[in-house]
């Protein structure tokens, strides 16, 4: 019982890792029915199983047709008034046939002359099975040399290789042309206080926009970016917006035929993030207060408080 517990811990734990891994790689294994080769696998199935018992079916007929050819013996021999010698099988027949075995009584014919201590040796050929297995292997070795290396039919491991390579980039770019990454711009950014996208909107910023708005976005030529006054709107959108379109009139650079969407991105992220850094010779508030909405999680975390003090 301990061993097919045992057995059968095994073979799962051997599944599921060579599912863990399928589910990684091929599509077959997330969805069978929807993988082009499915037709393929299925008859492929369907011809081993086939093979599979007309083997046993086969086998099963030489047994019937063995007592048969027996029982047919026997009659023969009873007739003829002689002693059945059962046949060897013809199993035994192959057995012997591939092994070329010597019978004992002719091992006197084989017996080689020299004679060490009463050791003597017997001139067995080797068997004919292994002599199958090195022609058959001198001949595969023939056709894959041809094959591989002089007409070039099949593909050496690295040409394999490589196409595989490729393929996977050919699906990469259909993938990427059929789901392009979504387009960055005002109607649907929202900020987030990612600090790497900041540290790239800081260099941005450094090097377009600091001549105006002053090093520490304090302002000069440009208004005051820390500040909670906005001349276009505080949030994130608008800001966004006002960097790519720019305020032409009143001396701000449309930069979104400069920089790329991502980049005012990063600045945007970055000017958000410098709110209330109260750096030095601020310029005047320039335009309206802006206070950011509520944050919607704002019911929750007073339920939570209320909740707390309660207990
Ligand atoms: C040539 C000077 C100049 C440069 C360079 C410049 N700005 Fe401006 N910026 C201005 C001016 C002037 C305004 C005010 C526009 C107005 O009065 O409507 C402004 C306004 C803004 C506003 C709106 C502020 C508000 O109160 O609504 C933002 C945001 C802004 N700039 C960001 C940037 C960023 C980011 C860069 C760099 C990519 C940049 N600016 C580069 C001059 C500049």
Not at 15 to 43: H, I, K, M, N
Not at 138 to 162: K, N, R
Not at 284 to 302: F, H, I, S
């Amino acid at each position: 019982m301990r061993t097919i517990t045992l057995t059968l811990i095994f073979i799962l734990t051997g599944l599921t890792a060579f599912a863990q891994e399928a589910e990684s790689g091929s599509s077959f294994w997330r969805d069978p029915l929807g993988d082009p080769l499915f037709p393929f696998y299925l008859v492929t199935a369907f011809v081993f199983l086939t093979a599979f018992l007309v083997v046993i079916v086969a086998v099963y007929m030489l047994k019937v047709l063995n007592v048969f050819i027996r029982k047919a013996a026997e009659e023969r021999a009873e007739k003829q008034g002689i002693q059945y010698v059962p046949q060897p099988s013809l199993w035994t027949k192959f057995w012997n046939s591939i092994n070329a075995f010597k019978p004992a009584q002719e091992e006197k014919d084989i017996l080689l002359d020299h004679n060490y201590d009463g050791i003597k040796e017997l001139d067995n050929h080797l068997p004919p099975w292994w002599k199958w297995l090195l022609y058959g292997s001198i001949i595969w070795a023939g056709i894959y040399l041809v094959m591989y290396h002089v007409t070039d039919t099949l593909p050496l491991s690295g040409d394999e290789y490589q196409a595989e390579v490729e393929l996977a980039q050919a699906q990469k770019a259909k993938f990427l042309a059929s789901n392009p990454p979504a387009a960055i711009d005002e109607s649907t950014l929202e900020y987030s206080a990612d600090e790497a996208i900041i540290a790239k909107g800081r260099t941005v910023y450094v090097t377009n926009c600091a001549s105006c708005h002053m090093p520490e976005g304090q302002g000069s030529i440009g208004p005051n970016l820390t500040d909670d006054y906005w001349l276009h709107g505080g949030s994130i959108k608008e800001i966004f917006a006002v960097i790519k379109n720019g305020v032409q009139e009143k001396g701000m650079i449309p930069w979104g035929p400069v920089l790329s969407p991502e980049q005012i991105r990063d600045v945007s992220y970055y000017i958000k993030s410098i709110k209330g850094t109260n750096p030095p010779n601020p310029k005047a508030p320039q335009g309206e207060l802006y206070t950011e909405a509520a944050p919607v999680e704002a019911d929750t975390v007073v339920q939570a408080d209320t909740v707390k003090s309660s207990i």
